[in-house]
């Protein structure tokens, strides 16, 4: 067994590589430029002052809404609405977003990744274990935490195929960075034994 204090270098560097390898993901390639549609001109300048208008508060809505009232739920009003061709969701921001705040908050949701794909490596394999059988526990924990962990929503409110596929290569692209992270900074027996910190 390896403990989380013998890994905090594996998970903070992988966590590092991930926030930087999401970044680029999102900035720099072009992979995702189309998983969110856009809007033509007239029709976004009509609909973000029809949501002004109205007076949405900051949050995030389903229409149409069954108001969470079963007898509602049933009525043929809200069958009406329901099947009338116009379903989903949207969700109105508090402000511009906080990009300072939005990525001290992704870099923290890595960390924790990084700890649970520690654990779950620590668990399994001890100092000084083969290389590719380390990588191949971590590689596959951070896969599964970075692609499976956000499915269910993405299949309940709408998200569609190519968002799925193109997250999945993100996170594929994450689990081999991690996996090789923590194959390359895995303590030695002999680190583990004097109780020393592994190094590059």
Not at 95 to 115: A, C, D, E, I, R
Request: with cysteine.
């Amino acid at each position: 067994m390896t403990t989380l204090a013998e890994l905090w270098l594996p998970i903070l560097v992988s966590s590092v590589v991930v926030f930087v390898l999401s970044m680029l993901a999102w900035t720099v390639m072009p992979h995702h430029k189309g998983d969110i549609k856009d809007i033509d001109d007239a029709n976004e300048d009509k609909m973000m002052d029809l949501i002004k208008s109205a007076g949405l508060k900051p949050g995030w809505y389903m229409f149409p809404s069954c108001r969470h009232d079963s007898k509602y739920a049933k009525s043929a009003e809200f069958k009406a609405k329901w099947e009338g061709g116009c379903v989903g969701n949207i969700t109105i921001f508090n402000g511009t977003p906080n990009m300072g705040k939005n990525m001290l908050l992704s870099m923290v949701v890595y960390l924790f990744v990084g700890v649970f794909v520690a654990y779950l490596t620590g668990i399994s394999r001890a100092p000084g274990a083969e290389g590719m059988s380390v990588m191949q526990i971590a590689g596959t924990a951070a896969f599964g935490f970075y692609f499976f962990g956000s499915l269910c929503n993405g299949i309940w409110f709408g998200q569609p195929l190519r968002a799925f596929i193109t997250n999945g290569a993100d996170a594929l692209v994450f689990g081999v960075a991690t996996g090789a992270i923590f194959m390359w900074l895995w303590p030695s027996l002999e680190a583990a034994a004097s109780g020393g910190i592994p190094t590059p």
